[in-house]
């Protein structure tokens, strides 16, 4: 690669054989082309690194050193090795859409004083059925209106320039909530933002209750840490009994099977030309992964994510 990238794509990879390919394979079908993708793999012990590899593009790079170490030490890896003047995230069972990087990079051009630049997620089950998105606001004010309950800006859509980051390393302070932890740390001293476009698909297929317990208890840590810090003892009790509410839902869910349908409630229904174009993207991803070789897991599966189209009208 003979000049920079302007834009530098970090995915950790960890068990991942399955769903890689097409998440890189999004990359690769960005319309805009100045980027690097950082594939930082995490010790897996299925085909992770393996799919990784077989991609000859010379702006994919796999970064593996056969450990596992999890996931803030993989991002802050991701980081400190971007080329690029602006750093995406990227996880590797989702799906960035085709425009997802030019509008980025173009809104961040055009708003130097956005830190942050996220977008609304479609969420989608492990065939492609897509049930639903999870809104954003578009301004720094109503992202981070209660940041005791969280931040509505979704980690992996982030755009954000590498200085930034690197400014503000991922913190283990929070497990499973690293990126409210960052926000958290970050909020009153940066600027957020989201586009009003969805441009990011999220793989979201059932609820696991030990991750989910583990991410609230680190949303409760982060939390007590920084309000605590400032003496707002109300604020971070506040922050306890949410997620501890929210904890006895989500265990209700799981032990009761009702896990996709707390999923479908915790998102917005989707517009028929929003479904109609995740129809569009997932199935070219499918027909090109199926074509090379790759992830061939999902390379009957197009069909599915039409017949949900089918089925709403």
Same mark, same amino acid.
């Given at each position: 690669m003979n000049a920079a990238p302007l834009v530098s794509i970090g995915m950790p990879a960890f068990d991942c054989g399955e769903t890689l390919a097409v998440a890189i394979r999004s990359i690769l079908n960005q319309t805009y082309k100045n980027w690097e993708l950082l594939v930082v793999e995490d010790g897996s012990s299925d085909r992770t690194l393996e799919v990784a590899r077989s991609f000859s593009d010379p702006r994919i790079s796999v970064l593996s050193d056969y450990s596992h170490k999890g996931l803030v030490p993989r991002l802050n890896q991701a980081v400190a090795t971007s080329h690029g003047e602006y $750093?995406?995230?990227?996880? +590797?069972?989702? @799906? +960035?859409?085709?425009?997802?990087?030019? =509008?980025? %990079?173009?809104?961040?051009?055009?708003?130097? !004083?956005?830190?942050?630049?996220?977008?609304?997620?479609?969420? $989608?089950?492990?065939?492609? &059925?897509?049930?639903?998105? =999870?809104? *954003?606001? !578009?301004?720094? !004010?109503e992202i981070c209106r209660q940041p005791s309950s969280g931040f509505r800006i979704a980690h992996a859509t982030l755009m954000g320039r590498v200085s930034w980051f690197r400014a503000h390393p991922y913190d283990h302070v929070a497990p499973r909530a690293e990126d409210y932890d960052l926000f958290l740390r970050s909020y009153t001293t940066s600027r957020f933002a989201c586009l009003c476009e969805i441009l990011y698909g999220c793989r979201e297929d059932r609820l696991l209750l030990r991750k989910i317990l583990v991410g609230r208890y680190g949303v409760v840590k982060a939390a007590a840490r920084e309000f605590?810090?400032? =003496?707002?003892? @109300?604020?971070?009790? #506040?922050?306890?009994?949410?997620? %501890?509410?929210? #904890?006895?839902?989500?265990? $209700? +869910? %799981?032990? *009761?099977?009702? !896990?996709?349908? &707390?999923?479908?409630?915790?998102a917005r229904p989707l517009h028929a030309d929003d479904l109609q174009r995740w129809t569009e993207v997932w199935s070219e991803l499918q027909h090109e992964t199926a074509e090379r070789g790759g992830g061939s897991y999902y390379g009957n599966q197009p069909s599915t994510a039409e017949a949900a189209l089918a089925s709403r009208h």
């Amino acid at each position: 690669m003979n000049a920079a990238p302007l834009v530098s794509i970090g995915m950790p990879a960890f068990d991942c054989g399955e769903t890689l390919a097409v998440a890189i394979r999004s990359i690769l079908n960005q319309t805009y082309k100045n980027w690097e993708l950082l594939v930082v793999e995490d010790g897996s012990s299925d085909r992770t690194l393996e799919v990784a590899r077989s991609f000859s593009d010379p702006r994919i790079s796999v970064l593996s050193d056969y450990s596992h170490k999890g996931l803030v030490p993989r991002l802050n890896q991701a980081v400190a090795t971007s080329h690029g003047e602006y $750093f995406a995230r990227m996880d +590797a069972d989702d @799906v +960035a859409y085709p425009e997802r990087l030019k =509008r980025q %990079v173009e809104y961040l051009q055009q708003h130097p !004083e956005v830190d942050l630049l996220g977008c609304p997620m479609l969420m $989608f089950k492990d065939d492609g &059925v897509a049930f639903g998105c =999870r809104p *954003t606001p !578009e301004n720094h !004010e109503e992202i981070c209106r209660q940041p005791s309950s969280g931040f509505r800006i979704a980690h992996a859509t982030l755009m954000g320039r590498v200085s930034w980051f690197r400014a503000h390393p991922y913190d283990h302070v929070a497990p499973r909530a690293e990126d409210y932890d960052l926000f958290l740390r970050s909020y009153t001293t940066s600027r957020f933002a989201c586009l009003c476009e969805i441009l990011y698909g999220c793989r979201e297929d059932r609820l696991l209750l030990r991750k989910i317990l583990v991410g609230r208890y680190g949303v409760v840590k982060a939390a007590a840490r920084e309000f605590a810090s400032c =003496r707002k003892y @109300v604020t971070a009790a #506040a922050a306890l009994l949410k997620q %501890v509410a929210k #904890a006895h839902v989500d265990v $209700f +869910a %799981v032990l *009761t099977g009702l !896990e996709y349908r &707390v999923l479908a409630h915790r998102a917005r229904p989707l517009h028929a030309d929003d479904l109609q174009r995740w129809t569009e993207v997932w199935s070219e991803l499918q027909h090109e992964t199926a074509e090379r070789g790759g992830g061939s897991y999902y390379g009957n599966q197009p069909s599915t994510a039409e017949a949900a189209l089918a089925s709403r009208h």
